[in-house]
């Protein structure tokens, strides 16, 4: 096609915790790349992921959630998100159709109706209502603010999701590719799999534990038909660090076992998995403790 009619840039999802920012971002690119939780707050890194297409080139930029900080780390999160949404072209703000529009919605888009990105509103979760139910909630979110479009879609069962990539790049500006065509992630491997570790180590746990969990990946040694990773899961105490080995080490081993089907599916090739659980008293309050783990 013609090179003037090229569009590509960047685009973000925002939204309260669980509106389904990260699986709609690993729907459209067709692999796994933000880490999915049921559990509010997991994404800590920005992670891109490319979608490339005859006619344009749409960075996703996946952001943590915006929340009410209590620790240093909070305050550098809520940084990061604010720095990310002034640098992209195009916000979609998710809004989940199965629950009432909410004043955590309203602070969102309240604060990026000041940003020169397009905004449109994604209605997320389209599967688990009625028609009727979806036609009140488009209503009652168009009325939130000046949206450039408003899509309904379903990420889970891959609803609408060109319709809303057709409409996202059509805001993108004009411009040549900014990622050579093989390229889906610029996030290193390591972050990567420290990610897969991490969301592995989050299923199951109880409350008080998601924010406590970090994982390092140390090493990755590549052999002739084998991968090597030597990863550390930090948490913040001695009865944490218990939670997460179980009895007998039975949750570690599961950990392991899960974490390791990711990171092969990842790198394409087999992988021994070696983890270890530390303890790095009020990691989330120390300057030089987030640094070590990558904040």
Same mark, same amino acid.
């Given at each position: ?26 729907? @459209? ?51 990061? /998100? ?25 602070? @969102? ?13 994604? /209605? ?88 406590? @969990? ?82």
């Amino acid at each position: 096609m013609a090179d003037d009619q090229f569009r590509a840039g960047f685009a973000c999802f925002v939204g309260r915790p669980n509106a389904g920012k990260s699986t709609l971002t690993n729907a @459209i690119i067709g692999q796994k790349i933000a880490i999915t939780s049921n559990k509010p707050q997991t994404t800590r890194h920005v992670i891109r992921a490319v979608l490339h297409r005859p006619d344009s080139q749409l960075v996703l930029v996946d952001t943590p959630g915006l929340h009410r900080p209590k620790t240093l780390l909070g305050e550098r999160l809520n940084d990061l /998100v604010r720095t990310t949404w002034s640098e992209v072209d195009v916000i979609g703000l998710c809004i989940p159709a199965d629950e009432p529009v909410g004043k955590g919605d309203k602070f @969102i888009a309240t604060e990026i109706a000041e940003l020169k990105a397009k905004v449109v509103a994604v /209605v997320t979760k389209t599967d688990l209502v009625s028609k009727q139910a979806l036609a009140e909630q488009l209503l009652a979110v168009s009325q939130l603010g000046d949206f450039a479009d408003v899509v309904p879609v379903s990420a889970v069962a891959g609803k609408q999701l060109d319709v809303l990539v057709d409409v996202m790049v059509g805001h993108l500006p004009k411009s040549p590719r900014l990622y050579p065509d093989d390229m889906l992630t610029d996030e290193p491997e390591h972050v990567l799999i420290a990610e897969m570790i991490r969301e592995a180590a989050l299923e199951g746990v109880r409350d008080e534990l998601p924010h406590s @969990i970090a994982v390092l990946v140390e090493e990755i040694l590549p052999e002739d038909r084998l991968t090597r990773v030597f990863a550390d899961i930090y948490v913040e105490r001695p009865s944490q660090k218990a939670i997460v080995i179980g009895a007998g080490g039975s949750r570690l081993k599961n950990i392991g076992a899960t974490a390791r089907v990711e990171i092969e599916d990842l790198i394409g090739t087999k992988v021994y998995l070696d983890l270890h659980v530390r303890v790095a008293k009020e990691w989330q309050r120390d300057p030089k403790l987030l640094r070590r783990l990558g904040f």
